[in-house]
Structures are given as C-alpha cells and as structure tokens.
C-alpha cells in the first residue's frame, strides 16, 4: 500500500502491497448496490490515484526491498495473493520494482497464493529474477496445497520459468536466509485449528509481519 | 470490453468484460522495463479511463444480458477467469450491471475459471443471483478440474453460496437452456489434443461465440 521507510537507495524499505481482505476493498456490492447515503471507502476508491488512495487494499501482501551491507538489493515478496497483477499494476510501477528475487508464503489459502500463475507468467518474461526458477519458500502442507491447484508449479530440472520450492520445516526453531536476509518463521493460529506463519526479519530494524492471525500460541509470543 | 448492442431497456445485449490474453493487457515488463520508444498500448493502458480504453484488457469474457419475452432480463456470464474482480469494477459499475445469474464455462484454464473464488465472494452478498446456488455449466471435465482447485464449491445441499454445477454432456450434440437462452455448446480444439467449448445462442441474432480456439472440427465448422 505504501513504503514506509527507506528513500533512500543506501536503505532496506518496507512496501506494504495490500493490506486489504480476500474479497478485497472496494467491495463490489458496495458499488453496485450503494447503501444511502454511499459507502465513502469504496464509492473513492476507483476515482483516486493508487498513491493517494488507503481505500483500494488488494490481499495482504509485503514487499521487502532489502538493501545488504554491498549496497545491493533485493525484493522479497511475502505471499502473492488473487489480486497480485493489481498490486504490480499499481506498486511496482510506481516504486519502479524491476523484479521478485524470492517468496515467502504464509499458508495455502486463495488471498496469500492465487496470484502465482500471474507470478510465473511474469518470470517467463525475465521480471521475477534472472534464475530460471525462483525460490518460494512455505511449509510442506503449503507447497502441496498450492501445487494440487497449480500442478505445472511442480520444480523440474528440465523446465525453465518454475518454482524452485524451499521447505520451512514444520518444528519452526531454525532460521533460513532467503535472498540473503535470515528470516525466523512465527507459527500462530488462524482459525480454531490451522497454523499459518509469520516471519520475524531485520537486523538494525527488528520486523514481525504477521498477516492473518487469530491467536498467537504462548510459544511464539513469548519467542525471541 | 464494451457494449455493442442494446443500449435499450427492452433489448438484449453482449457487453464484452475482457478480450485480453492469459496474462492480461496491460503487460507489467512493458510497464516496468519500458522499451525505447515505450510500447504505446501498455503506456497508456494505466491512465485512461475504462470506457475510453481499449487497451486495459483482461481475461477474455463475454456477459449476454438477455433480454426475454416478457421484458426481463437474466445476466448469463461465459467464463470467469484470473481478472474478474477488475472486470466487475471496471464494466458492472459502468452498466450497472447488479447480478449474475448463470455461468458457462469455455474450459478449465486458470483465465477462464479462477474467479469462480471471487464470485462466490460477490454471491455470499447477494450480488449474485438471488438463489442459494449460481448454475454453472461445464462439462464434467472441466468441473473436475475446477473442484480440484477450489474443493469449498463442491454442491452441498447444507450449504449456501455455492455452485449447482450443471453438466453440459460430452457429445454436445444437445442444446441446453441457461436463465432462459437456448445455449448450443461448440466443442472446439484449443491446442493439438484440449478440447474447449464455444457456445452457440440467439434467436433474432444468430451469435458464436469462441474465445480460445486453434482449430475448428468439422463437425463444429460444417454445423448449423
């Protein structure tokens, strides 16, 4: 939705794609339907430019633009959700983001995956990284989730422009480095029964980005 | 993309929701590492308004506004792919259009089923017909792969907001009536080996229409 840190190109950024629900703001029948007098969110959303706009949120999403100690940077993308075109329509254009470098994905649902066939037809064209198949990194429950919707997703030796799946190991107590920045998953309850992640990041800057959470698990709030 | 007949209240009407590719026009590599000269149909895509826009296409989607005998009118939609969020944002505002009421199904490709998510999510609020259940029709293959995807649309007589599939039957050689239009299906080779459907309707304008298609079968050429 908006970069709340880092203008400069020496600094690590924070670029919030979406920060709405799975159906997304505006709500159609908010338009189409209008309550009297309108709904104020969504009858400004479609007239306002994307940055000057809080009220067109596509699903959650976050951008980490990570500056390393080379003055290098990389874009790390957590989750890629059903109205990811949008969000690269609207951000990458405007914070002129030239590629994905590696995702991470929170849990399997259709707000946090959807758009990875989007993704994928990006990477074809040479916009997700120059690898030919770019890093994602989820649990295995995820992975074979997404990969039961999205079986061409399946990482091949002998095809280029897929996915090269990275397994989050379900115990949770070991970081991984993900396009060079070490990241710690935070499991937490959405829902009464379902473990989606968190990931904990940053050295200078401590960042928890937990997305979709109904309850933190004692373990996990009162972790590092 | 826009309507070609019928601005009268007692006619039909074709609005055409998207005639793009897979992946969508605008295309964000275009956008995001512009050539020189930048490609003008992607350059201008994000500035214009949609009713004067020809270059903003999403997944290809046809909604026949069906005028009847008696002056009603059923809202049929052919194909509901990646972008139909957009499309309900960009068309259904600008005609006011309120409701769907059925769905056809060219095929089970992600730019012509995965918005069946979103339109649930439009049918929970009722902007979606006014019954429990949307009839979508597909032929048992299609809604197969379809399930696979998205297993919460499975029909359930304890559920509301869901899909009563409809199967269309494998030798299409039966019309059958969705909202009231006599539908012809035309199976069609998309790819060397895939079949796809295009549909055959009308009564005072005779209409075929085939959105994904790379040969016509002699049967589907040489019939009515």
Redesign the interface.
């Known amino acids: 939705m908006a970069k709340v840190d880092g203008a400069s190109e020496e600094q690590s950024a924070l670029i919030f794609l979406g920060t709405g629900c799975?159906?997304?703001v505006?709500?159609?029948?908010c338009?189409?339907?209008p309550s009297n007098p309108p709904c104020p969110v969504c009858s400004q959303s479609?007239s306002v430019k994307p940055e000057h706009n809080p009220n067109y949120r596509c699903n959650t999403s976050l951008l980490i633009d990570y500056c390393q100690t080379n003055g290098d940077h990389n874009y790390i993308l957590i989750d890629v959700g059903?109205?990811f075109?949008?969000q690269?329509?609207r951000w990458?254009?405007y914070y002129?983001?030239?590629r994905v470098d590696c995702v991470l994905l929170t849990h399997e649902h259709?707000d946090a995956v959807?758009g990875l066939?989007?993704m994928c037809?990006?990477q074809q064209?040479?916009?997700v990284n120059d690898a030919s198949q770019i890093p994602v990194y989820a649990t295995q429950e995820c992975m074979d989730s997404a990969l039961?919707?999205f079986p061409y997703l399946r990482k091949s030796e002998h095809k280029q422009g897929r996915v090269d799946w990275k397994i989050i190991e379900e115990n949770f107590e070991k970081p991984f480095v993900a396009s060079g920045l070490q990241v710690y998953p935070l499991p937490v309850m959405h829902g009464e029964d379902y473990v989606a992640l968190g990931f904990l990041f940053g050295n200078k800057c401590r960042v928890a980005y937990v997305s979709d959470v109904s309850q933190f698990p004692s373990t996990t709030e009162d972790g590092e």
């Open positions: 799975s159906g997304g505006p709500k159609a029948q338009l189409i339907r479609l059903k109205t075109r949008e690269v329509l990458f254009t002129k983001i030239r259709a959807h066939d989007d037809s990006m064209s040479g916009l039961s919707r």
